[in-house]
């Protein structure tokens, strides 16, 4: 008998998936990475499935692959070779949403845009807001603490994150954090899962901090600018003004360019960057006016405000559209490195440099309020591996960010992208550091093996 077969009689009918075919479905994750082949898919619908689970796979010495929407871009979830899939995708109860409290126990199937729905049934709303809120799981944003577009005002997710409950390797049950907004007692051990990319335990549930949601709809700009420089520029008065802008989205020439072809936005010759910005605060219109001004002061050839909420979804909309645009360029390696905000300009120059060098074609939008910048390199569809010249252009990019202050990643995570760069940021510490935590919660190393350290 398969050692398999005994996991199947020990979940519930149709919980296992061990036909090729379809187990090769669960593999990949939105990167290019090729991925090795599983031995079975588990579609965990319980806490209690993710026990049996991993209590079977550590008595076996089977890696675990955990699983969300499959929707991150750095590899996390890229099945190895005779791995066993965990797919938490139908642990999709909102367990309990407190208005109370101002927060709420979900389960990490739970898409975010639904969690953000129900908060607002209660005048609240959940804050991170990744791009690809529509369809990303609570649980793969908590396995790499996704950012997104509201970072600048709300923070990333760990800043919502209060308590996690996480099934170990062992399938022993921890219970991290607590249901209150301050606390101290102990290690903070709900930091240290948040981010680690499914590498020390399976979250099953989590306790997420919600907020007051703005009383009035939003106000949006959209500025047009003739150089990135300006661009930033005006996004550094923005700042330095105390505008405290909700969102601050800055698209260069070529991501433009990828979104005028599909959509045609009626792109001018002479933007080279726009960038989008919103205001949620009480007197969010005067904020977007205030915002505007800044932007002309700066150079902007245009700039336009909305007037509704149906202008500022369509503003909106531009920004949430610059990944599926550019992949219908080709293929690509999608990286976010973070700069302090002040030397975002350089950091921008930097990437244009780095394509210009290496003929690689490169499109960079920004999270510009916090200095996060997506680069996607982009190359040819159907190539397995992005060519040397692709890697070249990112060891570029990617230490010039270190040597600004920066780091390698800003909210996609390390995965197995970002793998040859970690120890220029870690260090030799650091990362004796971290495989030691990684030893005491995996002693087996059987969770998400070769990734994130």
């Known amino acids: 008998m398969r050692p398999i077969d005994a996991l199947v009689k020990s979940l519930p009918d149709g919980r296992v998936l061990t036909d090729p075919d379809v187990t090769d479905s669960y593999a990949r994750d939105r990167t290019f990475v090729e991925p090795g082949k599983p031995i079975g898919v588990v579609l965990a619908a319980s806490r209690d499935d993710v026990v049996?689970?991993?209590?079977?796979?550590?008595?076996?010495?089977?890696?675990?692959?955990?699983?969300?929407?499959?929707?991150?871009?750095?590899?996390?979830?890229?099945a190895s070779e005779g791995a066993l899939i965990l797919s938490l995708a139908r642990m999709t109860a909102i367990r309990e949403l407190s208005p109370a409290d101002e927060i709420a126990v979900v389960e990490p199937g739970v898409i975010t845009a639904d969690l953000d729905r129900a908060a607002r049934e209660h005048g609240l709303m959940y804050a991170p807001d990744p791009s690809s809120y529509e369809i990303s799981t609570i649980g793969g944003n908590?396995?790499?603490?996704?950012?997104?577009?509201?970072?600048?005002?709300?923070?990333?997710?760990?800043?919502?994150?209060?308590?996690?409950?996480?099934?170990?390797?062992?399938?022993?049950i921890l219970d991290t954090g607590r249901r209150t907004m301050k606390g101290v007692t102990g290690y903070d051990l709900t930091g240290l899962f948040v981010g680690s990319e499914g590498t020390l335990g399976v979250i099953t549930a989590a306790t997420v901090r919600l907020r007051p949601a703005p009383a009035a709809p939003p106000a949006t700009f959209a500025a047009e600018f003739g150089s990135l420089r300006e661009a930033g520029a005006a996004v550094s008065a923005i700042m330095a003004a105390g505008c405290q802008p909700s969102l601050m989205e800055l698209l260069d020439r070529g991501t433009l360019e990828a979104?005028?072809?599909?959509?045609n936005i009626g792109l001018e010759a002479g933007t080279m960057a726009m960038l989008i910005g919103q205001s949620d605060a009480s007197d969010a219109q005067v904020t977007a006016e205030r915002m505007e001004r800044l932007c002309l002061d700066n150079g902007a050839s245009f700039v336009a405000v909305s007037t509704s909420p149906q202008e500022t979804e369509e503003l909106i909309g531009l920004r949430r559209m610059a990944y599926e645009a550019k992949e219908r360029l080709g293929a690509c390696l999608v990286e976010d490195v973070c700069v302090p905000r002040s030397v975002l300009p350089e950091m921008i120059t930097a990437i244009e440099a780095a394509g210009a060098r290496h003929g690689v074609r490169i499109c960079t939008v920004a999270h510009a309020g916090d200095g996060n910048l997506h680069p996607v390199f982009i190359f040819d569809h159907g190539t397995a591996e992005p060519p040397a010249e692709v890697w070249a252009a990112a060891d570029e990019v990617f230490t010039r960010a270190l040597e600004?202050?920066?780091?390698?990643?800003?909210?996609?995570?390390?995965?197995?992208?970002?793998?040859?760069?970690?120890?220029?940021?870690?260090?030799?510490?650091?990362?004796?550091v971290q495989k030691g935590i990684k030893a005491v919660f995996d002693p087996l190393g059987l969770l998400n093996p070769g990734k994130a350290i």
């Open 52 to 78: 049996t689970t991993l209590r079977w796979a550590s008595e076996h010495r089977v890696p675990v692959v955990p699983r969300g929407a499959g929707t991150g871009l750095a590899g996390a979830a890229t």
């Open 259 to 263: 979104i005028d072809d599909w959509r």
């Open 404 to 432: 600004l202050g920066g780091t390698l990643t800003g909210e996609h995570g390390v995965g197995l992208l970002k793998q040859r760069w970690l120890a220029l940021e870690s260090g030799p510490v650091a990362q004796d």
């Open 142 to 172: 908590l396995a790499t603490n996704a950012g997104g577009l509201r970072c600048v005002k709300y923070g990333v997710t760990r800043d919502s994150a209060l308590g996690l409950e996480v099934v170990l390797a062992d399938g022993r």
